[in-house]
């Protein structure tokens, strides 16, 4: 008898537990769908205008009753998040390793779960497009779907016809994966970014902002998963007040680091309104981060109502010469790569002026930010000024505050850059909708990346184009 249960009656073996799992009416009617038409179907609420599969009984926002409300959907969408399963168990209904991703249908504003199959585990990607495949025989269960492959898409070219107007021919194939050598086409590694908080977003606006370190640590770990190789930090005190303190600056940066230590945090040398230039670079030279932020000039930086014109707070955001070159020095000094805020095309001039000191290290890293009330608003023919005004060597990513945000990253992805989004700067989805959380920004920015043909930079790879050293 073990020690301490010596008042126990202990029978030593196996015991069978064997159910039925009952479907329900919406289930039953969802599975035989599926069963004898080869049909995904949903449910819709017409209060919410939202269409939900798995079917459910009531909608989960307004309790409205949808069970009868069905509407056929696509076979075919898009890989939002993805596990692979390496477990190894005789109720697994695929022989591991395979793949289990969250699938949103096409029409569909729920995902679902399903297996991934027709490609190696390590080529599967947030944003993939793929499409059913329906079993051969019946399971009676959601199996009916076998699994889901990869959409092959379909190119069509047509050649030019020549000058008497004859001649035009049309290819229509697969499209190709990759190009002559292996690489992929449009090649370039696209870095997304993920600003966490901030200095002014907070849980009044939006509950998913991250105050203390451990809440930072796992939406971090969620932007990582999403396609975020790098996450952009100012910590917060319990109350949500933006902080200097080295001690609790340096919290947040371990947890970050601890829970996923393949991202590069990069640390804000603006920390918030009131700090000096000692307590803004103290806490960067202590803590020695991969990256910090360097900004280029004095500006008005408020918070006003965009409709009104009403200012709310009225705020002068200083950086000096002497503080560019300062801060500038010590980063590179102690192996802390700047990443240069660019609010106007001033700031980007203030950089040269003191670069011809030889302060800075190849490649240049440089961020443009728009929307900002005392900065520019986005525009895209500003844009190309400012990318062709940037040295040899210079890397480019962009962020914009609120409504500029996508139209922002979307012109710097289109254009040989990279892009930052998260709470700090936006907190609504395209579509208007409040985000979960900046790791759903980050499935915007992924989605950007895929229809434009990028790829996703890992974090070892965002280190290389950027010049870190890890």
């Given at each position: 008898m073990k020690e301490g249960f010596e008042d126990s009656y202990i029978v030593e073996g196996k015991m069978a537990l064997p159910y039925s799992y009952?479907?329900?009416?919406?289930?039953?009617?969802?599975?035989?769908?599926?069963?004898?038409?080869?049909?995904?179907?949903?449910?819709?609420?017409?209060?919410?205008n939202k269409v939900f599969v798995p079917p459910r009984q009531t909608c989960e926002r307004c309790m409205?009753?949808?069970?009868?409300?069905?509407?056929?959907?696509?076979?075919?969408?898009?890989?939002?998040?993805?596990?692979?399963?390496?477990?190894?168990d005789k109720h697994m209904p695929k022989k591991v390793p395979y793949v289990l991703a969250m699938i949103h249908l096409d029409g569909a504003d729920t995902p679902m779960t399903h297996i991934i199959e027709g490609v190696k585990p390590e080529k599967v990607k947030i944003g993939m497009r793929v499409e059913a495949v329906f079993a051969d025989e019946d399971t009676n269960t959601i199996m009916n779907i076998d699994h889901f492959k990869p959409v092959t898409e379909k190119i069509e070219v047509r050649e030019r016809a020549d000058a008497g107007g004859t001649g035009a021919k049309t290819y229509t194939g697969e499209q190709p994966e990759t190009k002559k050598g292996g690489k992929p086409a449009m090649s370039k590694k696209v870095i997304i970014t993920a600003a966490l908080s901030g200095a002014a977003t907070m849980k009044n606006q939006i509950d998913s902002v991250p105050y203390e370190p451990k809440e930072f640590a796992e939406e971090a770990a969620r932007c990582y998963k999403a396609g975020a190789s790098?996450?952009?930090?100012?910590?917060?005190?319990?109350?949500?007040?933006?902080?200097h303190d080295?001690?609790?600056?340096?919290?947040?940066?371990?947890?970050?680091?601890?829970?996923?230590?393949?991202?590069?945090v990069n640390l804000s040398s603006a920390v918030g309104?009131?700090?000096?230039?000692?307590?803004?670079?103290?806490?960067?030279?202590?803590?020695?981060?991969?990256?910090?932020?360097?900004?280029?000039?004095?500006?008005?930086?408020?918070?006003?109502?965009?409709?009104?014109?009403?200012?709310?707070?009225?705020?002068?955001?200083?950086?000096?010469?002497?503080?560019?070159?300062?801060?500038?020095?010590?980063m590179e000094e102690n192996g802390i790569k700047p990443e240069v805020e660019v609010y106007d095309m001033g700031g980007l001039d203030n950089w040269k002026i003191v670069a011809k000191q030889g302060i800075f290290s190849k490649p240049y890293n440089f961020n443009f930010v728009w929307g900002v009330a005392?900065?520019?608003?986005?525009?895209?023919?500003?844009?190309?000024?400012?990318?062709?005004?940037?040295?040899?060597?210079?890397?480019?990513?962009?962020?914009?505050?609120?409504?500029?945000?996508?139209?922002?990253?979307?012109?710097s992805c289109l254009s040989g850059g990279h892009m930052r989004v998260g709470l700090e700067d936006n907190i609504k989805l395209p579509n208007g909708e409040l985000a979960k959380g900046s790791f759903e920004l980050v499935e915007w920015a992924t989605r950007i990346c895929e229809i434009l043909g990028k790829e996703i930079a890992t974090p070892d790879e965002a280190r290389e184009i950027m010049g870190i050293k890890k």
């Open positions: 009952f479907a329900g009416r919406v289930g039953s009617t969802f599975l035989t769908t599926l069963r004898d038409k080869k049909k995904i179907m949903g449910v819709k609420c017409n209060t919410c409205e009753d949808i069970r009868d409300n069905w509407v056929e959907l696509k076979n075919t969408g898009t890989v939002t998040n993805f596990t692979v399963v390496r477990y190894e790098m996450v952009h930090i100012h910590a917060r005190e319990e109350n949500g007040m933006p902080t080295v001690a609790r600056i340096k919290a947040t940066h371990d947890a970050i680091k601890e829970k996923t230590p393949e991202l590069i309104m009131g700090k000096t230039p000692e307590q803004r670079i103290t806490q960067i030279l202590e803590i020695k981060p991969e990256m910090a932020s360097l900004n280029t000039n004095t500006m008005n930086f408020s918070i006003v109502d965009r409709k009104t014109g009403k200012i709310f707070i009225d705020f002068i955001f200083e950086n000096t010469f002497t503080m560019l070159q300062d801060f500038g020095k010590g005392g900065g520019m608003a986005f525009r895209p023919d500003l844009f190309m000024v400012l990318k062709n005004a940037l040295p040899e060597d210079a890397n480019y990513t962009t962020c914009g505050v609120g409504l500029d945000e996508f139209p922002a990253i979307n012109m």
